[in-house]
């Protein structure tokens, strides 16, 4: 099984992700048939369309780019109650006028500015500060992560809301899987309230494999566990292919759904593993 490469998250291979991740959103929105850049995606109340007008608010805003004052008629949008979702719809809304091949315009136009900047930061260093989309300032690699995390999960919404398949093994999936699995620790400490002692294991096939190790330690805090130190039996494990991990990560699937459940496999202690599905999803 084809363990996931540190090297993934090298300066070169995070910038590569990031933009082909981009471009790869562009092209696809450029071709797309007008009912299919209608069509609606697995982010409630958004279409194929507005995520590409999501990514071009978000590099935007990263850019430094300021939106005109727009209002949003809250009542056509119930499900959004939060403050972040307030805003992230907002920077949707305000494109709605645009056309579709002026919203890819602007997306493309917006990936060579932001490249420009990021290769003007001195020192271009993956430790070096720079501004985050919440306004404090972050390490470059932690936005990189986060950004390729965002666009390749988007780009695989608008491939499934218009069934065309594809990207699964690229270097944004690596980078992807990659920032999922960091969060394992977390997810089996805090969201699933796992007891001190408990291990698990991750296993995913698929255009991305691999197999992942976490543990509770003596002091309740999730830790990774490297091959050596992991158990010959854990005490929870769970299987499943690459694309169905993904969504769970990024909140995409319904875990109550038996079509869903068929398509992982959970073992060891069955009460406490039957939370891991609704757990792993890490992405707001």
């Known amino acids: 099984m084809t363990a996931l ?3 993934a998250y090298d300066l070169r291979t995070l910038l590569s992700a990031w933009e082909d991740s981009l471009h790869a959103v562009v092209e696809l929105g450029r071709r797309l048939t007008p009912e299919k850049w209608a069509a609606p995606t697995e982010c409630p109340g958004w279409s194929a369309g507005d995520i590409v007008r999501h990514l071009s608010w978000v590099e935007g805003f990263l850019a430094g780019r300021q939106d005109p004052e727009h209002l949003v008629d809250w009542d056509a949008f119930p499900h959004v109650t939060s403050d972040f979702g307030r805003l992230t719809e907002t920077g949707v809304d305000v494109r709605r006028p645009l056309g579709q091949q002026e919203a890819c315009d602007e997306l493309d136009g917006l990936i060579d500015l932001r490249l420009h900047q990021i290769m003007a930061i001195e020192p271009l260093d993956l430790l070096t500060e720079v501004p985050g989309l919440f306004g404090r300032p972050v390490p470059l690699q932690n936005l990189l992560r986060v950004r390729v995390l965002d666009t390749w999960s988007h780009l695989q919404d608008v491939r499934r809301a218009v069934g065309l398949p594809g990207d699964l093994g690229t270097p944004g999936a690596q980078v992807s899987a990659l920032q999922l ?20 294991r991750v296993t995913v096939t698929g255009a991305v494999a691999f197999e992942r190790w976490a543990a ?6 999730g830790v990774e566990l490297d091959d050596l130190a992991a158990p010959a039996v854990p005490t929870v494990g769970l299987t499943t292919d690459w694309e169905t991990y993904a969504r769970l990560g990024a ?32 992405t707001p």
């Not at 699995?181 to 698990?200: K, Q, W």
């Not at 509770?216 to 805090?221: A, L, P, T, Y």
């Not at 459940?261 to 890490?282: H, Q, Y």
């Open 5 to 7: 490469a540190a090297s």
């Open 181 to 200: 699995v960091t969060a394992l620790p977390f997810v089996l400490a805090r969201n699933v309230e796992a007891p001190i002692g408990t291990t698990l």
């Open 216 to 221: 509770v330690d003596d002091e309740g805090r």
């Open 251 to 282: 909140g995409r699937l319904d875990v109550t759904d038996p079509d869903v459940l068929v398509r992982i496999a959970l073992s060891g202690d069955l009460d406490l593993a039957a939370k891991l599905p609704e757990s792993l999803a890490v």
